[in-house]
């Protein structure tokens, strides 16, 4: 099992940045991803951003060249930079851990409790 938390979610006005982190109880296997997810009201939970152990990463269309993943192995921290931010981007932000091979998110096992994002216009 891992336990995650996230931290850093926030109010911020359109072309602002934020910084979400999320902190895993223990070290990820190389066998293992971690990532961000998110979901606005009314909408479907997406995929944002995808973290292979190797440093491979996978991003939605609509994020990339603004957001960036990235992770502190030392720490067991992943984290996600979001730059350029837009109304759109407003959403609960989660945090995800699980074997790459079965990273989806209906068969996902380990979420964080989630971090709100708000982008004003």
């Known amino acids: 099992q891992v336990q995650l938390v996230e931290s850093g979610g926030g109010s911020v006005q359109a072309g602002g940045s934020l910084r979400l982190s999320c902190a895993a109880s223990?070290?990820?296997?190389?066998?293992?991803?971690m990532g961000w997810f998110r979901q606005a009201p009314g909408k479907e939970r997406e995929e944002v951003a995808r973290?292979?152990?190797?440093?491979?990463?996978n991003y939605l269309d609509s994020v990339k060249g603004r957001f960036t993943i990235s992770k502190d192995n030392a720490k067991n921290t992943l984290y996600l930079q979001m730059n350029s931010l837009k109304p759109e981007d407003t959403a609960m932000y989660y945090c995800?851990?699980?074997?790459?091979?079965?990273?989806?998110?209906?068969?996902?096992?380990?979420w964080g409790q989630g971090t709100q994002v708000t982008v004003s216009s």
């Open positions: 973290r292979y152990h190797y440093d491979t990463t």
């Open positions: 995800a851990a699980d074997l790459c091979r079965s990273f989806d998110q209906n068969l996902i096992r380990y």
């Open positions: 223990r070290s990820i296997y190389s066998s293992e991803c």
